[in-house]
């Protein structure tokens, strides 16, 4: 029986020392074990978001996180300003109409990012905002937007929050809350992290506080207010996921054997790298420019004259390998390569070899081999560095 080799943007591999740490016996969440358990687990995490305030974990997907961030710091028909690049940018969108606030939103075609410039323009007649949301890394489009330089034109041009979904890249890709100023910062287990679905990490500034302790969010659950609390006395207000603390702790031991996690961020920018370079070398259009390329993910538009559903099946059927289509109007037009968390320079020379195969299968005319060697030759380059 073969295994799947999924290359999707998440739920992605476990490695199997995180398989083995989420197996350890249950414990009490209310013991001294859990505890010490959580209050070094949190601690490890802050490199991985650059802050130094506390790492707050939901027993929940990244979307309740999100949730979390908005019904906690507006309220009812106070004005935010949404900046959404694709799918999961509109997610934030619906979050902060279902709680009644009043959305501007800044929309760019899918496979563009928001610049600096385009921000402040938007920014520039608009007054009484509460917070600016933004997506990161958008998963449906393979962009990273420049979070650091749109945090800064919030920080300088507004009193608002800025609120940031990273949960498509925390744990691959640079992230430097404290000093970029970002607000609140999301992001899931099942992506970058390396663990199965089901805990969110969330992490709030100290000017966060101050607005979420004047704010009064109809949340019970997701109380941020009551997660700090509980997280002074080394745990959370109800019952954790405890076995994925067990695995995030051994998440953290990985980043730290590979030597820490600027080399992490690293291994995903070279990643990105080898997709990029493979796919112009078999003449497959990428959706987005390597300016705002995605370092966890890469969308790839359908290779010319191929049914990109037939296509993406075949591999799968044929060859295991288990790519993720395009969403919404980009269905059928493009598939996404995952290359986060548990993935290395050999697992991406591994798939686009079976990719090629598949393409031999339907015909596709290119030089065989030129994908595995361009992907090669990135990773060479990278080695004399």
């Not at 596709?364 to 081999?369: A, D, M, S």
């Amino acid at each position: 029986m073969y295994s799947n080799i999924l290359r999707h943007p998440g739920p992605t591999p476990i490695p199997k020392k995180v398989q083995l740490a989420m197996n350890r016996d249950m414990m009490s969440h209310r013991s001294e074990e859990f505890i010490q358990l959580y209050r070094e687990t949190t601690n490890r995490v802050k490199t991985v978001f650059g802050t130094k305030q506390d790492i707050l974990l939901l027993p929940s997907g990244g979307t309740a996180a999100l949730e979390a961030a908005a019904v906690n710091t507006v309220a009812a028909g106070e004005e935010v300003v949404v900046i959404t690049v694709g799918a999961f940018g509109n997610y934030f969108v619906s979050i902060c109409e279902k709680y009644g606030f009043h959305v501007h939103k800044l929309e760019k075609p899918w496979g563009e990012a928001c610049t600096a410039e385009e921000l402040a323009e938007f920014l520039k007649p608009l007054s009484n905002i509460k917070a600016v949301f933004a997506t990161y890394n958008e998963t449906s489009t393979g962009i990273l937007n420049p979070i650091d330089q749109l945090a800064k034109v919030v920080r300088t041009q507004t009193d608002a929050l800025f609120i940031v979904d990273g949960v498509s890249c925390i744990g691959g890709a640079p992230a430097e809350m404290d000093q970029w100023g970002i607000d609140i910062l999301v992001t899931g287990s099942q992506k970058a992290m390396m663990l199965p679905p089901g805990l969110a990490l969330l992490s709030v500034s100290d000017r966060a506080w101050k607005v979420i302790e004047e704010n009064k969010t109809p949340a019970y659950y997701l109380n941020l207010m009551s997660y700090r609390e509980w997280a002074e006395k080394g745990m959370t207000p109800n019952t954790p996921a405890v076995s994925l603390i067990y695995g995030l702790s051994a998440v953290c031991d990985l980043i730290e054997e590979e030597g820490g996690f600027s080399q992490t961020v690293a291994r995903h920018e070279l990643m990105k790298n080898m997709v990029r370079e493979a796919m112009r070398a078999l003449s497959i259009g990428l959706l987005t420019s390597d300016e705002f390329a995605s370092p966890t993910i890469t969308a790839i538009l359908a290779p010319e004259g191929l049914d990109l559903g037939a296509f993406l099946g075949h591999l799968k059927t044929k060859y295991h390998l288990d790519f993720a289509g395009g969403l919404g109007h980009l269905q059928g037009k493009m598939f996404r390569f995952g290359h986060m968390g548990y993935c290395f320079p050999s697992d991406i020379l591994q798939a686009v070899s079976l990719l090629e195969a598949g393409l031999q299968d339907f015909n596709y005319k290119f030089e065989p081999g030129a994908g595995v060697l361009a992907a090669q030759k990135v990773f060479l380059e990278a080695q004399k560095k």
